[in-house]
């Protein structure tokens, strides 16, 4: 799994810049209707802007963290290699289990949110 992830990670690293522009203006259109500094009729923008800037900030944390995962280690290196290895994979782990987790609840509240939205405006 912490393979896949970085296979996506490493071909996606180009778009870095380009996510991190949408996530600091969607952040920025988030802030500026929550605290009316732009004119928008009814907030329509909040939920769009919402949404961007956490999908942005959940595929930057991707192309930013899976890119370092270490490859297994060989049975002929040390005990202390292999169990820092081992470790250090673990930690890939758990954060892979933990980005599936936040993917699926960002996909289920998106599909929420687009619907409050379509039926509002």
């Known amino acids: 799994m912490i393979e896949k992830l970085q296979v996506v990670s490493i071909k996606l690293r180009w778009t870095k810049p380009f996510i991190a522009v949408l996530a600091l203006a969607s952040f920025g259109l988030?802030?500026?209707?929550?605290?009316?500094?732009?004119?928008?009729?009814d907030d329509k923008l909040l939920i769009p802007s919402l949404m961007s800037f956490l999908w942005?900030?959940?595929?930057?944390?991707?192309?930013?963290?899976?890119?370092?995962v270490s490859p297994k280690a060989d049975k002929a290196e040390r005990v202390v290699v292999?169990?820092?290895?081992?470790?250090n994979?673990?930690?890939?782990?758990?954060?892979?289990?933990?980005?599936?987790?936040?993917?699926?609840?960002?996909?289920?509240i998106s599909f929420r949110l687009i619907r409050v939205w379509l039926t509002e405006y």
């Open 30 to 41: 988030f802030v500026a209707c929550l605290f009316k500094v732009i004119d928008s009729a």
């Open 56 to 68: 942005s900030g959940l595929l930057f944390g991707l192309i930013t963290w899976f890119p370092a």
């Open 82 to 87: 292999r169990i820092k290895v081992f470790f």
């Open 89 to 108: 994979r673990l930690c890939f782990f758990v954060l892979g289990i933990v980005f599936f987790v936040l993917s699926t609840t960002l996909l289920i």
